[in-house]
Structures are given as structure tokens and as C-alpha cells.
């Protein structure tokens, strides 16, 4: 059995992951550790977890795996420069003196971040570089629950490769076809997340949750997106695109598109950050978004021609937007398909070490008998004891209250959401990929229709226009969603049931933002978006029991099966990790309780709980 490591860093969203004989051991994000959101760096605390999970040194592994080639990237670099010259003179001169002193020197950077993990033989180290987009589309074949399926991966850019379409059989994965840099669905994507005041790598999915405020019935929706495929991309049939390199700056320049020519073609200059937004910035989210998802679903159907495969799975980070996974699933041109939960560039750590076991290695391919995947629900990272809660509880001077009987614990956390209270749920593992699933999380009564407003502006403190998720019970998802498939990583956005629909009245395209927002749309409102969609958690006894326990006793209590999921952090700040973590963030915001493992603390028993400024830490904002 081969005891693997794959690493991802120096770009963002480091992570690493272990697997043993194809099983997956252990996996984590380093910003979870650093508490620095999207770190670049070397993942030294995520790796040192991941060993000490398997009960291995560095000396036993028989490879360690980086997720991509950077030589690779480096050719792509000084061809594209090349190509455009004389353009991009400044931007060259910034880079390549990085690429010359530090990413030409990989294995050098990755021998000095193994040093700090711990000592070991340098002989004894076994570097491996799998192609970027290759390790993307191990990371979603590999565990998914299908023998044979289609495999498409989307995102900004690998080494020049920016989406492929593959097939997996057994252990084998082939790349059937590539879409090449300059031209990206993931970096079209992030040039708007740009020109709309978002952050390029983290704010894209602002901009998904952005796109539902645009009129799909204005005009001024309809002639962004036209202006879009007539100037900015070019869509072919079977889904690559070509990229109109004069709008954008991202090839040789140190911004991602040229702001008088965007500013010229949709009438308004970019939006500066925290400014306000109005309908002419949804409307273009929305036309955005409307494009992408055409995109997407060609590239789909591309996909099935070449392939003939029942089932599709998907990774890169287009894979997370769950507008367009939604609409590609009611397609129904794949039977199902399988979305990885890290497909952004923490999940190539994953992919990469999954690609070696059975690719350089040999191994057989690793398959859940119960028809499951093998990410375990994505709980992969650490755990805590009881004696490490206790340590922390002496360390914060905390009040707290243990139970030994866990179902009561669940009755009366149930009772308290159901008064509106917003509790903090830190459980077991700790998850891999960007989502809170119900270990890290943080929850409220979807019922509640200042539920939205209250996580937003009180706890979460981000801006308030932004949607929050359900977390339903699996059995249950057809009491509330058009939702056939299950979606236990809250990659699938869908309609809620009309049955539970509000009427709108007719002016309800012509609103104000923020008077659409609190529009009573639904008797699930906190969860219900403002084109009646949610993104929605399946929760599962299987992989969550003590999660499904909760939502039950809520169900018991109120007859309905479903909570307020968001992640269990501010903004700017990493989803936490550790007890103290979840019991600093509960005491810097207005949550009400906190419950760590079977540790409940209520916030007005704690010492000097209205002192928030003592407990809050600032973070970069997002």
C-alpha cells in the first residue's frame, strides 16, 4: 500500500492530503491553521495534520505529489509575454525576477517546506508533477461513486490548460480534449467578479450570489449579455470559448481587463469595492451568469458525445457554481453527476496524491461497496477530545454546560433556534474544501424572516444582499425542494417548491435591492433566494449522524427538517478550526450559544460576553 502525499501551494489555497492504498486518510486547507484566508504558502501545519492523522513520517512516504508542473507554467509564461510584446513590459519585469528566484527553484521550496514539517532523508524523497488540470480530474473520478463517467474540469488556468474534458474507467483517466490559455470560462468569470468591486479568487461567488438581484425580464439584462457573446467571448458548439484579448489585461498586465473599454461597451465605469451596488451591477452579474451556465452545459453535452458515459464528474473552480450545477443537472444529460467538494485549488493536493496510487504507482482504484464516494462527507480534517475542549474552556475562562446524553443536547439546541437563537455547531472533523457541512458551521431557523438580515449584519458582518443555505434532512428534500438528486456538499442550487411560494406582486422586478430582499418570498424565507432557488445541503445519518441528529430534533419540535447553514466564521476570516477558534468567533459576534462537541456555552453566562472588541481579530476583507 503506497503512502502518498499531494501538496498544493504558492498560488493560493494551499492544502495537503494523504492517501494509503488509494484510501484518503486526511486532508486540510492551511489557512485553516494560519487563520490567513486563501495563504499561499507552503502548507506546513496542513501537511504536519495530514502525517499525524496516518501515523506517518516524512521518511515512510513513498511519494510526495505537487499538483502541478511549474516549468510548465513557467514555458506558458514567457510564450504568452512573447506573443503580445511590446505589451506587458511592466508586468514581465515583475515576474519573471519571482519565477526566477523562488517558483524555477520548486523543488527546492518544497524541500525546505518538508524541513519545517520535520526532519528528514532527502534521498529518500520521491518528488511527482501530474499536469494541473489532471490533477483536478482525479480529484473528482477517483472518489466518486461511479465505475466509468465523463470527467470536466473548468477553472482559471493549470499550466496552459484551462478546462479539459476526460473519461475515467476502473483506475485509468484519459484526456479526450483541452481548452488553452488565454481563453477561460474561470478567468471570463473572474474578470467581471473584477469590474463588479469582487475580489479576483475569492469574491466569485459574491458575484453568483449577486446575479439573482438582476431583472431577467429587463431589457438592459438582455443586451449585457448579448454585448458579452457579441464583444467579450465567443462560444462554439461544443463549448470552448474564444476570449477577445482586447478587453482584457490579464495575459501581460497587472489587472484583469483594460476598465475604459468595459466601461465604454456596458455604460458604467467598474465598481469600486465596498460601494454601492444598483440594478444595472446585477443585471450584469445576472447576464454573467447566464452565460457561463450556456457554457458550462455545452461543454456537458460535449462531454457526453465524446464519451457516451452515463455519469459526469466535475472539479476545477468553475465546479462551484452551484447556479450552474443546478441547471446542468435538470438537463439531465448525465443519469447523475458527482461534483468534488475542493474542486478550487486546494482539492489538486487531494487529486494529485489520488492520480499517483493509481497512475505512477499501479494501485486499484478505491470504490465504497455502499455505493457512496470516498471523501467520508468531506470531514477530513482534525478532530478535538474532550481534554482539548477542557484545556481551551480553562484558557477562555469559559461557562459551560457538558451533557452525556447527546439527543437531549439536540432538544434543547432545537428549542433554542427555534426562539430565533443563532448558535455556533463545531462537531468531529473539521471539512476539506470551502463549504461548512454541519461540522463547522453556523446555524439558524430558516423559518425566521429576519433570519438573513441578522446573520449577515450581526454576525457574519458581510454584506447583507449575500444568501444563505438550507440544511436539509436527505429524506426530507422533496417536502421543500426540486431537488431529485442528493447534494451533500451544497454544490446544487434549486428551486424551492411553489407549494411553499409567496405571491409576489407585479412590481417585483422594479424594486429596490434591499426591498426585494426582505419581500416575503416563502415560509423557508432565510433560505429562499430571490428567484425562489436555495443551495442546498442533503444531510445524511451515514456520513452526519450527530448533524441529522439536530435537524431532527428541530423537525420534532417545529415539522420542519431543515436549518440555516452558513460557515462558521466572519468575514475576511478562514472557516475555524480549533475549539478556541469557534469560541473567540462566538464571543467577537452576537451569536447566542455555542456548542463544541458535547460542550454547550450560552453567551450571556460567559465572562464579560458584551466586551466583543476584546475577542475580535482583524482579518484582510474579502
Not at 472518489?143 to 488556468?157: S, W
Not at 474532550?386 to 443536547?409: C, G, H, Q, T
Request: glycine fraction near 8%; include cysteine; hydrophobic fraction near 40%.
Amino acid at each position: 500500500m503506497k503512502k502518498i502525499l499531494g501538496i498544493s501551494a504558492f498560488y493560493h489555497d494551499s492544502a495537503a492530503a494523504v492517501t494509503v492504498g488509494g484510501r484518503i486518510i486526511a486532508a486540510a486547507q492551511e489557512e485553516r491553521f494560519t487563520r490567513d484566508k486563501h495563504t499561499p504558502d507552503f502548507p506546513v501545519n496542513a501537511v504536519r495534520y495530514c502525517l499525524d492523522e496516518a501515523g506517518l513520517t516524512i521518511d515512510e512516504l513513498d511519494a510526495v505529489v505537487f499538483y502541478d508542473k511549474p516549468l510548465l507554467k513557467f514555458e506558458r509564461l514567457l510564450q504568452t509575454y512573447y506573443a503580445f510584446a511590446p505589451r506587458g513590459l511592466v508586468s514581465f519585469l515583475k515576474s519573471i525576477p519571482v519565477w526566477l528566484n523562488e517558483k524555477m527553484f520548486l523543488k527546492k521550496l518544497l524541500y525546505d517546506g518538508l524541513k519545517e514539517v520535520g526532519p528528514y532523508d532527502k534521498k529518500k524523497v520521491k518528488l511527482l508533477f501530474p499536469e494541473h488540470h489532471l490533477s483536478h480530474a482525479a480529484s473528482a473520478f477517483h472518489p466518486c461513486p461511479y465505475e466509468r463517467a465523463a470527467i470536466l474540469t473548468i477553472d482559471g488556468v493549470g499550466e496552459w490548460c484551462t478546462a479539459s474534458i476526460g473519461l475515467g474507467d476502473k483506475g485509468d483517466i484519459k484526456i479526450l480534449k483541452e481548452m488553452v490559455f488565454p481563453h477561460s470560462v474561470g478567468l471570463l468569470y473572474s474578470a467581471f467578479t473584477y469590474y463588479l468591486g469582487f475580489t479576483v479568487n475569492s469574491g466569485e461567488y459574491k458575484l453568483m450570489g449577486l446575479a439573482p438581484y438582476g431583472n431577467p425580464q429587463a431589457k438592459q439584462t438582455q443586451d449585457f449579455a448579448d454585448l458579452i457573446r457579441k464583444h467579450i467571448v465567443d462560444i462554439k458548439e461544443d463549448g470552448s470559448i474564444w476570449l477577445n484579448q482586447e478587453y482584457f489585461n490579464y495575459a501581460t498586465g497587472l489587472r484583469m481587463v483594460h476598465d475604459d473599454k468595459w466601461a465604454a461597451l456596458f455604460g458604467f465605469p467598474r465598481r469600486e469595492g465596498e460601494a454601492n451596488l444598483d440594478q444595472r451591477h446585477c443585471n450584469l452579474a445576472l447576464a454573467i451568469q447566464i452565460v457561463t451556465e450556456e457554457i458550462v452545459i455545452k461543454m456537458a453535452e460535449e462531454a457526453k458525445r465524446l464519451t457516451g458515459a452515463d455519469y459526469l464528474c466535475m472539479a476545477g473552480g468553475v465546479a462551484l457554481n452551484c447556479v450552474a450545477n443546478g441547471k446542468l443537472l435538470r438537463k439531465k444529460i448525465f443519469k447523475d453527476i458527482y461534483f468534488q467538494p475542493a474542486s478550487g485549488d486546494a482539492g489538486g493536493a487531494l487529486g494529485a496524491a489520488l492520480a499517483a496510487s493509481t497512475m505512477y504507482f499501479g494501485e486499484e482504484r478505491v470504490m465504497d461497496p455502499g455505493g457512496w464516494d470516498t471523501m467520508s462527507g468531506s470531514y477530513l480534517g482534525p478532530d478535538y477530545s474532550d481534554k482539548e475542549i477542557m484545556l481551551m474552556n480553562r484558557k477562555a475562562k469559559a461557562v459551560f454546560k457538558k451533557y452525556d446524553d447527546f439527543p437531549a443536547l439536540c432538544e434543547f439546541i432545537a428549542a433554542r433556534l427555534a426562539e430565533g437563537a443563532v448558535v455556533g455547531w463545531h462537531q468531529g472533523r473539521m471539512e476539506f474544501g470551502p463549504r461548512a457541512l454541519g461540522n463547522r458551521s453556523i446555524l439558524g431557523d430558516a423559518r425566521n424572516p429576519d433570519m438573513q438580515k441578522k446573520l449577515n449584519l450581526k454576525i457574519k458582518y458581510r454584506e447583507g444582499f449575500r444568501p444563505f443555505a438550507p440544511s436539509v434532512l436527505a429524506e426530507k428534500k422533496g417536502d421543500y425542494f426540486l431537488l431529485e438528486e442528493d447534494s451533500p456538499y451544497m454544490l446544487v442550487v434549486s428551486p424551492v417548491l411553489e407549494a411553499r411560494r409567496s405571491e409576489l406582486p407585479a412590481n417585483y422586478h422594479d424594486m429596490d435591492l434591499w426591498e426585494k430582499l426582505y419581500y416575503k418570498r416563502s415560509d423557508i424565507q432565510s433560505v429562499t433566494h430571490l428567484d425562489f432557488s436555495a443551495r442546498i445541503q442533503t444531510v445524511h445519518k451515514e456520513t452526519n449522524p450527530r448533524y441529522h441528529e439536530l435537524i431532527s430534533a428541530f423537525e420534532r419540535q417545529t415539522g420542519y427538517g431543515l436549518v440555516v447553514n452558513t460557515s462558521f466564521n466572519v468575514r475576511g476570516e478562514p472557516i475555524v478550526c480549533t475549539p478556541y477558534d469557534s469560541y473567540r468567533c462566538f464571543m467577537s459576534t452576537e451569536m447566542d450559544y455555542l456548542v463544541v462537541g458535547d460542550f454547550v456555552y450560552c453567551k450571556t453566562e460567559q465572562p464579560d460576553w458584551e466586551n466583543k472588541d476584546k475577542w475580535m481579530v482583524k482579518f484582510k476583507m474579502d
